[in-house]
C-alpha cells in the first residue's frame, strides 16, 4: 500500500494475512524515500515484486506532489507486474481508522490543504457510511458547523488547526493509516487506473494565477 497524501510517505504490506506498515518520511521527501522504501518492505518480507497481487494507492485529497509520486508509482509498479489497483481516498482512510476506536456518532476527517485549508469529509462511524462529498473549507467555518452538529475529529488537518476545534473530540490519527487501507481495500474491485482527487488546483498554479491578477 503506497500513502502520499499527506506530508508523510509510508507504506504497508500484507503477506499471508499479516501487514506491516511503516512510515518512511514525515518532511515532503516523497520523491526520494518511496521506490526504495518499497524496495525495503519487499526485501524485509522476502517478497519478490512479481509476487505481488494487489497495489492499494491512496487518491488523495492531499497533497498535489505527494498524490503525484504516489500514483505514478503505482501505476509503474502494477504495469511492471500486471498486479490489479485499488484506490482508496485519504479521508474515508482516517474514518475507517477512527471506526476502530471509537463506535458510535460522526467523524469529520480532515486532511491539512495548506492556504489555510482543510479537505474535509464527515463520517457515520456505525456503520462506516460517508454523510457528505469531499469538500474543500477553511477551518473557522467548519467550526460553526460542527457547533451545530458535533463529531469527532482526525487527520493532519485537525492537528494543524487544533487552536480553532477547542472543546470538540480530537482523534489521535495524523498519517492515514497503511494497514487500515489495506483492509478497506480487501473488498473492493481492482480498476483500470487512478485519477488524483485534487479537489482544487495545484499551489503552483494558484500562486501564478494570483501574481498575474496583481500586475
Same mark, same amino acid.
Given at each position: 500500500?503506497?500513502?502520499?497524501?499527506?506530508?508523510?510517505?509510508?507504506?504497508?504490506?500484507?503477506?499471508?494475512?499479516?501487514?506491516?506498515?511503516?512510515?518512511?518520511?514525515?518532511e515532503r521527501r516523497h520523491?526520494?524515500? #518511496?521506490? /526504495?522504501?518499497?524496495?525495503?518492505?519487499?526485501? !524485509? +518480507?522476502?517478497? $519478490?515484486?512479481?509476487?505481488? &497481487?494487489?497495489?492499494? =494507492?491512496?487518491?488523495?485529497?492531499?497533497?498535489?506532489?505527494?498524490?503525484?509520486?504516489?500514483?505514478?508509482?503505482?501505476?509503474?509498479?502494477?504495469?511492471?507486474?500486471?498486479?490489479? #489497483?485499488? /484506490?482508496?481516498?485519504?479521508?474515508?482512510?482516517? !474514518? +475507517?481508522?477512527? $471506526?476502530?476506536?471509537?463506535? &458510535?456518532?460522526?467523524? =469529520?476527517?480532515?486532511?491539512?490543504?495548506?492556504?489555510?485549508?482543510?479537505?474535509?469529509?464527515?463520517?457515520?462511524?456505525?456503520?462506516?457510511?460517508?454523510?457528505?462529498?469531499?469538500?474543500v473549507v477553511r477551518p473557522?467555518?467548519?467550526?460553526?458547523?460542527? +457547533?451545530?452538529?458535533?463529531?469527532?475529529?482526525?487527520?493532519?488537518?485537525? =492537528?494543524?488547526?487544533?487552536?480553532?476545534?477547542?472543546?470538540?473530540?480530537?482523534?489521535?490519527?495524523?498519517?492515514?493509516?497503511?494497514?487500515?487501507?489495506?483492509?478497506?481495500?480487501?473488498?473492493?474491485?481492482?480498476?483500470?487506473?487512478?485519477?488524483?482527487?485534487?479537489?482544487?488546483?495545484?499551489?503552483?498554479?494558484?500562486?501564478?494565477?494570483?501574481?498575474?491578477?496583481?500586475?
Amino acid at each position: 500500500m503506497i500513502e502520499t497524501a499527506t506530508p508523510a510517505c509510508a507504506v504497508g504490506l500484507e503477506v499471508d494475512g499479516a501487514v506491516t506498515e511503516a512510515i518512511l518520511d514525515r518532511e515532503r521527501r516523497h520523491t526520494e524515500v #518511496l521506490a /526504495p522504501g518499497v524496495a525495503a518492505a519487499l526485501a !524485509a +518480507a522476502g517478497v $519478490a515484486p512479481s509476487d505481488i &497481487e494487489r497495489v492499494v =494507492v491512496d487518491r488523495g485529497p492531499g497533497l498535489y506532489t505527494g498524490l503525484r509520486v504516489g500514483i505514478a508509482t503505482a501505476l509503474g509498479f502494477v504495469l511492471a507486474t500486471g498486479a490489479d #489497483l485499488v /484506490p482508496v481516498t485519504s479521508l474515508e482512510v482516517l !474514518a +475507517a481508522a477512527a $471506526a476502530r476506536t471509537v463506535s &458510535e456518532g460522526e467523524f =469529520v476527517a480532515l486532511v491539512d490543504g495548506r492556504r489555510g485549508e482543510v479537505f474535509a469529509q464527515r463520517f457515520a462511524l456505525s456503520p462506516l457510511a460517508p454523510l457528505d462529498e469531499p469538500r474543500v473549507v477553511r477551518p473557522e467555518a467548519l467550526v460553526a458547523e460542527l +457547533a451545530a452538529r458535533p463529531a469527532s475529529l482526525g487527520g493532519d488537518g485537525a =492537528v494543524r488547526y487544533r487552536e480553532h476545534f477547542a472543546g470538540l473530540v480530537l482523534l489521535d490519527l495524523v498519517v492515514p493509516p497503511p494497514s487500515v487501507a489495506l483492509a478497506l481495500a480487501r473488498s473492493r474491485p481492482a480498476v483500470e487506473t487512478v485519477a488524483p482527487l485534487y479537489l482544487r488546483e495545484a499551489d503552483a498554479v494558484a500562486n501564478f494565477t494570483t501574481r498575474t491578477r496583481a500586475r
